[in-house]
């Protein structure tokens, strides 16, 4: 069977140059963003990609994700089957090498054939049938599962005919081919060729369309990904904020107020999501009924991108052509470009006209109930298989509204306006920021630099009346195990993680250079926190503004110390157990230390060294639901929806626990609340690990602690009485 | 163009802890805790509100004005960065621990010297002295009308119409430019300015002017003069008084009989 191959050449040439004109502009669209330099640790990205492209490691984390799997590597395959059917058609006896001839490639091709034809109709019954919310039922997905049909079908008949017409022996266990062939068999060598060579006309000319169709379609995935998951970010995740350079020359602008002013990397997120919803099933935001979907966000923005991109080009081209006239002939275009890449279309008449018809990103395109609505929880980005990164954009975002325009919840000013002030967010003088761990008789540290470790209560263990219990509990367990203690005092000022994540990068920079000065002054090597946010804001991001010191969690810390042995842990001594039954305990994983750190197992051993039984809620570990007050959520008002906290809050109380153990000041009152506010608070106790170690020491262990004040111990009044964090700050 | 004139002063944080601050060996000074930030007194802030919002209605040039000794300039540029055009920050020695009528007087010679303005709004009064005589006291040295207590503050072509808050309610007053209003904190808080708009408020050098450059006389005017500054003594007497329930009820009346009323 020999076809006209010039037919096909020029088939060949017109699908091409469509693909090529679709795609042009969406590259060009691209590149309207900031640069951004990500080609580095050549190594590490190239390994980390095979893993994630080849390996579909991250697509793999969900059971459905086998399905793409089998599609992604049945199209590869296929992909060269196809093109030793493309040769075959346009020459006799054409073999691709080592693959042309070998029974083995066509076994694994038929193989891996009938497994996307099953993915295929899996996933069309999922999408079309079953209808999660995650997935949408529109004509784009199913254009494609059609095409991937279609392509995978003719090429089996068109197989099956040949295998009819002449029997090959590297096609021998080629199994569909040879059935079809055998269906077949009675027909007619000539009308087997008349119709074999449609099939290969149709099989070729679908391959084209999708060719075509992918830079317009959700697939164009296929080619931003790969780029996307070798561009993914290296550094660890808690630090993956973009710092702003307040001092540069020319900053004269902060944060994202439209498109073209995200970077690259940003602008290919929008490109490389499959629209797969894994992110938003598992957004607090949205799981809570806000407008937030971490799926809508991206595709929304890209949308926007694809409609502005013309406009920006064309805007972006005449500010070019215009300054390289101003400017003479000494600017090359390329710098022209780059400047403007920078600030954004010229400021003349005929931009700024244009400009007032444009939708605005923030308010058109992303209302502000959306971006207020994040807790940063990380667990889009945790889920999302193309390694998409979410949160930097709803921060770029925040901080357009707060640090250029002014606007932001009338809570996060006040919560501002206590940490520029009160260096707290709470609005409690900075003056009494030390009171309560001098009460337990804790020294600071210029009292005693020597100190084995620098604990760091943070805002919530230093001036909320609950989370003050956590630090007299650790301080209790660090004096069993013999450790010296010493803290900072009135000279620790809040970490500014809640200003940063509320867009107030200016003011988080001050508070951590103060804090960075502070620690630096003191020569402090290693730091013990009380809160995962300081946690990971000292481990993770005081590093940006040169901070160099070792920062451990507490739960990371304890179980250091417990594992030395060197706290004697009573098991069940909770005073709730019943005889013969240990206490039920669920833990609940605090984004920043889970998510962010990776800090799963331990706070989990601790609590079975103290005797609980544990049981794991359905959404645990990475997977975790937010208790909603990440991101500087726990100083906002939630009114939108149902509360984040009542939804864990619920599914806690599903698993009907004695104990609710967290290892952070935020989910512990976000819980309280939540287990009070369900009206359970006098069967379910909600307590930080420290507590509920601190009631398991052994009463051996426990006599060195007789000077604390009675404030200090938990244990036997539990949390009957604790005053909560206030959420809105007075 | 309107003018407007909000007088500022810069306080010690009203939110610091009562019990930290000291009573200076002289007896007539409070020494706060150390560390206590300065801020802008929050009234004089929903005054600079007022200011600002006359400005988004009809438009203003709105001048800012505080008056003291060793003045924290970050603090008080915070105005410009919510809106305020200009700072003219007038410090001189002579200017520490000015009582009410001598502050009055700088600031009437300040506005004289800048040539009046159409609108002058101070805060209610200070959030650390609580007086509130500086606003009425430049009122009287301007020869211009006051209109205290202010909850909202509009400008009309001909008038300035202020809603004047009463103990059941309020009443509206209205007069004619050039006229001094002090605000109380419904007008509403200060708004929050954008942090672009507060680095580069930084960058701006503000006028000062001392005592000479005004030419006033501190000298010549009327002085309070603060005698003693003390923590009122107070006892408290603990007696018990034990026994059966009659007992204890028969001593209890006793002592309230001979000794409490
Ligand atoms: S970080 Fe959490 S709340 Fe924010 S968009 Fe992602 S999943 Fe939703
Ligand atoms: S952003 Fe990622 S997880 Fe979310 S829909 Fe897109 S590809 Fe899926």
């Known amino acids: 069977m020999t076809y006209t191959s010039s037919v096909f050449v020029i088939v060949l040439m017109i699908a091409l140059a469509l693909f090529v004109y679709v795609l042009v502009p969406r590259v060009q669209y691209l590149l309207l963003g900031r640069p951004e330099p990500r080609v580095d640790q050549v190594v590490r990205r190239t390994a980390g990609f095979l893993v994630l492209v080849f390996g579909q490691k991250k697509v793999l984390k969900e059971r459905v994700g086998l399905i793409h799997f089998f599609i992604f590597w049945g199209f590869i395959v296929i992909a060269f089957g196809t093109l030793q059917v493309v040769g075959e058609g346009l020459r006799e006896g054409f073999s691709l090498p080592v693959i042309g001839d070998n029974r083995a490639f066509y076994l694994l091709k038929d193989i891996l054939s009938v ?125 993956q904020i973009y710092p702003v350079d307040f001092d540069a020359e020319d900053a004269e602008s902060f944060g994202v107020g439209r498109v073209e002013a995200f970077t690259r990397k940003q602008l290919l997120d929008l490109y490389s999501c499959a629209e797969c919803g894994r992110c938003q099933d598992n957004c607090p935001a949205y799981q809570s009924g806000k407008r937030l979907s971490s799926k809508l966000l991206i595709t929304k923005l890209r949308d926007h991108l694809v409609e502005e991109g013309p406009r920006l080009l064309r805007e972006r081209r005449a500010a070019a052509s215009k300054s390289a006239k101003a400017s003479g002939e000494q600017a090359g275009p390329l710098d022209g470009h780059e400047n403007d890449t920078r600030s954004g279309p010229a400021d003349g008449g005929a931009a700024l006209s244009s400009e007032q018809a444009r939708p605005a990103l923030i308010g058109d395109v992303i209302s502000l109930q959306e971006i207020w609505a994040c807790t940063t929880c990380y667990s889009c980005q945790e889920q999302c298989p193309v390694q998409n990164e979410h949160i930097n954009k709803i921060i770029d975002m925040r901080r357009h509204l707060v640090l250029m325009e002014g606007e932001l919840p009338r809570e996060a000013q006040l919560v501002f306006r206590n940490m520029e002030v009160n260096g707290n967010p709470l609005g409690e003088s900075a003056l009494v920021r030390g009171d309560y761990l001098r009460m337990l008789q804790v020294p600071t540290i210029a009292e005693e630099p020597e100190a084995d470790v620098l604990y760091w209560p943070g805002c919530a263990g ?139 197992d331990q706070p989990r051993e601790l609590l079975k060294l103290a005797g609980l039984e544990l049981m794991e809620l359905p959404r645990t570990r990475s997977k975790a639901f937010c208790c909603g007050a990440g991101g500087g959520r726990i ?96 | 163009m309107l003018t407007i004139a909000v007088c500022v002063k810069q306080v010690t944080d009203p939110e610091a802890p009562l019990s930290l601050f000291a009573i200076a060996a002289d007896g007539r000074h409070l020494v706060p805790p150390p560390g206590t930030p300065p801020v802008l007194s929050t009234f004089d802030e929903n005054a600079l509100e007022a200011a600002l919002k006359i400005k988004d ?115 509206v007053v209205e007069a004619a430019p050039p006229v001094l209003v002090t605000a109380s904190n419904e007008i509403g808080e200060l708004r929050f300015p954008p942090v672009k708009a507060v680095i580069a408020a930084q960058k701006v050098q503000p006028t000062v002017w001392g005592a000479a450059d005004l030419g006033v006389d501190l000298a010549r005017s009327t002085r309070a003069n603060l005698v003693k500054f003390f923590v009122p003594a107070r006892d408290i007497l603990c007696e018990m008084i034990g026994g059966s329930p009659q007992e204890i009820a028969n001593g209890i009346t006793e002592v309230l009989k001979t000794r409490i009323v």
């Open chain 1, 635 to 730: 100083w906002l008002e939630e009114s939108e929806g149902e509360r984040i906290n009542n939804v864990r809050t619920d599914e806690i109380l599903r698993a009907a626990p004695d104990v609710v153990a967290v290892a952070c000041p935020y989910c512990l009152t976000m819980l309280k609340d939540g287990v009070d506010d369900r009206g359970a608070g006098d069967r379910v106790r909600v307590m930080d690990i420290a507590e509920i170690l601190q009631g398991a020491l052994s009463l051996s262990s426990q006599a060195g602690d007789s000077k604390l004040p009675e404030r200090g111990n938990t244990t036997s009044s539990g949390c009957a009485a604790e005053e909560k964090l206030v959420r809105s700050p007075a």
């Open chain 1, 115 to 239: 497994l996307v034809i099953t993915g295929v109709i899996v996933a069309a019954h999922i999408r079309y049938v079953v209808r999660p919310t995650r997935l949408k039922a529109n004509l784009e997905a199913g254009i494609i599962l059609g095409l991937i049909f279609a392509l995978v079908v003719t090429e089996f008949f068109y197989s099956g005919l040949s295998y009819a017409l002449a029997p090959r022996a590297s096609h021998s266990l080629a199994f569909v081919a040879v059935g079809v062939s055998h269906l077949v068999g009675g027909s007619g060598a000539s009308a087997l060729d008349a119709v074999g060579h449609t099939l290969w006309w149709l099989h070729v000319v679908l391959l084209l369309s999708f060719l075509v169709y992918i830079p317009n379609s959700k697939h164009f995935h296929l080619i931003a990904c790969p780029f996307n998951e070798w561009l993914r970010n290296l550094k660890p995740r808690g630090g």
């Open chain 1, 462 to 600: 230093s001036l909320d009346a609950r989370n003050q219990k956590v630090s007299a509990a650790f301080v209790n367990l660090a004096r069993a195990a013999g450790v010296s203690v010493a803290v900072l005092g009135n000279e620790e000022k809040c970490c500014g993680e809640a200003a940063r994540r509320l867009g107030n990068e200016y003011l988080y920079q001050s508070l951590a250079a103060e804090n960075i000065g502070v620690l630096a002054g003191h020569n402090v090597r290693k730091i013990v926190t009380q809160c995962p946010h300081c946690f990971n804001t000292l481990k993770n991001e005081y590093p940006q503004l040169g901070a160099e010191f070792e920062v451990i969690h507490h739960t990371q810390f304890l179980h250091e110390l417990a594992s030395r042995g060197r706290l004697r842990l009573d098991a069940g001594v909770l005073g709730t157990a019943q005889a013969g039954r240990h206490e039920r305990a669920v833990y609940h994983d605090s984004c920043y230390l889970g998510r962010y750190n990776g800090v799963y």
């Open chain 2, 57 to 171: 209605a009809v438009g203003s040039r709105v001048t800012v004005l505080s008056m003291g000794n060793k003045l924290a300039k970050p603090v008080l540029k915070k105005t410009l960065a919510a809106g305020a055009d200009e700072l003219i920050l007038l410090e001189d020695e002579q200017f520490e621990d000015l009582d009410s009528n001598g502050t009055a007087m700088v600031l009437a010679a300040t506005i004289d010297k800048l040539g009046g303005f159409d609108i002058v709004l101070c805060g209610r009064q200070a959030a650390d002295t609580d007086a509130g005589q500086v606003g009425m006291g430049i009122a009287a040295k301007l020869g211009i009308p006051a209109v205290t207590l202010a909850r909202k503050v509009e400008v009309t072509d001909t008038s300035v119409r202020v809603e004047r808050i009463l103990p059941y309610g309020h009443e």
